[in-house]
């Protein structure tokens, strides 16, 4: 089987529903105008990028991926330990539930990307990612996989911070997710860099509760899951977009869990599984120490 092309059970139909409360179709498209103008504007000042010293290009990609994700009407809330600016050779390992899981990492952790060669394709995300650095794999190519993991090597060798989606496709966030691939840890091995587990989740707004003739919001912690958010099976880029923008009251929740050196563990799976695990207990047991932005 082609560990580039796992499958996930998650389809639009059954995934991607949205019962919390919506926007009206005007205020809809102004956001997603808006999203898109934020990202026509990213795409066109990336190449004036390397202009800026590392550290403030750091910044200013943080800055401008949490405004992407912002203008679409999503919230953004983040926790876990800080991350020091520019820490070198580190592989940031995510769940995968949405396109807006690329700029929600970049808010934290902007990094080279691994990414499926169709990407390449997509209208504005597509260039940017190009210009952004992305490490594009072709995934019907099983022969191109060793070459991929030494690219990866080499990048984290250079200090790079490289981001990687190990379960290879989107799930849609409601149950435990897909199993990590054990490929790109081989990078981190051979690197001897560390592994940063990150969890990705997205909630919709809370139910209201009728009491006393008041409509009081739920505790937090009866949050359901955004299906809106996913981005799974056969869904289009553009539909998924007008389902993200027509949901009010979405908020993407982003975890930085503690670092796992590579070093630490006799093969790439034993990794691999050590990062999962970390992620999908994560899912389990949210902090409800968090910070609204």
Not at 32 to 45: D, T
Not at 69 to 74: A, M, N
Not at 187 to 195: E, K, R
Request: glycine share 10%.
């Amino acid at each position: 089987m082609n560990p580039w092309l796992p499958t996930a059970p998650c389809t639009p139909h059954i995934c991607a529903g949205h019962s919390g409360p919506g926007r009206r179709r005007p205020a809809a498209v102004v956001l997603l105008l808006a999203g898109c103008a934020c990202v026509l504007a990213g795409a066109l000042g990336a190449p004036f990028l390397p202009l800026f010293g590392a550290a403030r290009r750091e910044r200013l990609i943080r800055r401008w991926s949490h405004v992407v994700v912002r203008s679409f009407g999503v919230r953004v809330r983040i926790s876990g330990a800080p991350v020091p600016p520019g820490t070198p050779g580190t592989l940031v390992v995510a769940n995968h539930i949405s396109w807006l899981d690329i700029p929600l990492v970049a808010a934290v952790l902007p990094g080279r990307m691994l990414a499926k060669r169709e990407i390449r394709d997509w209208p504005l995300l597509g260039p940017l990612a190009a210009r952004g650095g992305t490490l594009f794999v072709d995934r019907d190519r099983l022969r191109a996989l060793p070459a991929t993991v030494r690219t990866i090597a080499a990048a984290l060798r250079g200090g790079a911070r490289v981001v990687v989606y190990p379960e290879g496709t989107t799930w849609c966030g409601r149950g435990t997710g897909g199993r990590f691939a054990p490929a790109a840890f081989q990078a981190a091995i051979d690197a001897d860099a560390t592994v940063l587990p990150v969890r990705i989740g997205y909630r919709a707004a809370p139910p209201r509760a009728r009491t006393t003739g008041r409509d009081r919001a739920a505790p937090a912690e009866q949050h359901a899951p955004a299906g809106a958010a996913a981005f799974v099976g056969d869904d289009s880029l553009i539909a998924s977009l007008w389902r993200v923008v027509r949901a009010a009251g979405l908020t993407a929740e982003i975890r930085v869990l503690t670092p796992v050196p590579a070093g630490g563990f006799p093969d790439r799976r034993a990794l691999a599984r050590r990062a999962q695990l970390a992620v999908a207990s994560e899912s389990a047991n949210r902090s409800p120490e968090s910070v609204h932005h």
